[in-house]
Antibody, heavy 121, light 107 residues
Framework: QVHLQQSGPGLVKPSQTLSLTCDIS??????????WNWIRQSPSRGLEWLGR?????????DYAVSVKSRITINPDTSKNHFSLQLNSVTPEDTAVYYC???????????WGQGTLVTVSS | DIQMTQSPSTLSAAVGDRVTITCRAS??????LAWYQQKPGRAPKLLIY???SLESGVPSRFSGNGSGTEFTLTISSLQPDDIATYYC?????????FGQGTKLEIK
């Protein structure tokens, strides 16, 4: 059974970097059939897909244009997890952040528990 | 970005009712559509993928239909456990986008 466990701070100051980690059990971040995604949800923006990383002989990333200049999603094969870094955050980045597993097709079948991240001084 | 528009935003129905939620895409997404159920304080749960394929463990009262730009999620006989917000999601183009949600309430 696949399980995704998120960790990271719930409060980030404006202009700083939001960092979250998603630990994977029951699957491998290097799986050639899966993708590893970050999504966020806020009352003002709804559900917003941020990006993904996946391995197909080499590592790939796809990012939403809205955050492309600020986002990095990195796999860590030694720890079997993947991470989200979002730079230069503003209060508009306040949201519940989720990690999720998907197929290349894009639907998301396993989700982390969610982390409320508040951007405030 | 491909815009996904759901209707209605809120739906009130009685236990046993047949319920249908509609999702419209701003351009053709072929069969690249999934449906999710979200209960308060929980992550979304995948119900249906590729328009009409039922995810493992999802009750057969849930079904999906459509193609191109118009899609539906139907619950054949509403149960109390189905009270949640439902979202559609397209994965035809980047970024993957979601509908704004349909909140289902018991009448």
């Amino acid at each position: 059974q696949v399980h995704l466990q998120q960790s990271g701070p719930g409060l980030v100051k404006p202009s700083q970097t939001l960092s979250l980690t998603c630990d994977i059990s029951g699957d491998s971040v290097s799986s050639i059939s899966d993708t590893w995604n970050w999504i966020r949800q806020s009352p003002s923006r709804g559900l917003e897909w941020l990006g993904r990383t996946y391995y197909r002989s080499k590592w790939y990333n796809d990012y939403a244009v809205s955050v492309k200049s600020r986002i990095t999603i990195n796999p860590d094969t030694s720890k079997n997890h993947f991470s989200l870094q979002l730079n230069s955050v503003t209060p508009e980045d306040t949201a519940v952040y989720y990690c999720a597993r998907g197929g290349y097709s894009g639907w998301l079948d396993y989700w982390g528990q969610g982390t409320l991240v508040t951007v405030s001084s | 970005d491909i815009q996904m528009t759901q209707s209605p935003s809120t739906l009130s129905a009685a236990v046993g009712d047949r319920v249908t939620i509609t999702c419209r895409a701003s351009q053709s997404i072929s069969m690249w559509l999934a449906w999710y159920q979200q209960k308060p304080g929980r992550a979304p749960k995948l119900l249906i993928y590729r328009v009409s394929s039922l995810e493992s463990g999802v009750p057969s009262r849930f079904s999906g239909n459509g193609s191109g730009t118009e899609f539906t999620l139907t619950i054949s006989s509403l149960q109390p456990d189905d009270i949640a917000t439902y979202y559609c999601q397209q994965s035809k183009g980047y970024p993957f986008t979601f509908g704004q949600g349909t909140k289902l309430e018991i009448k």
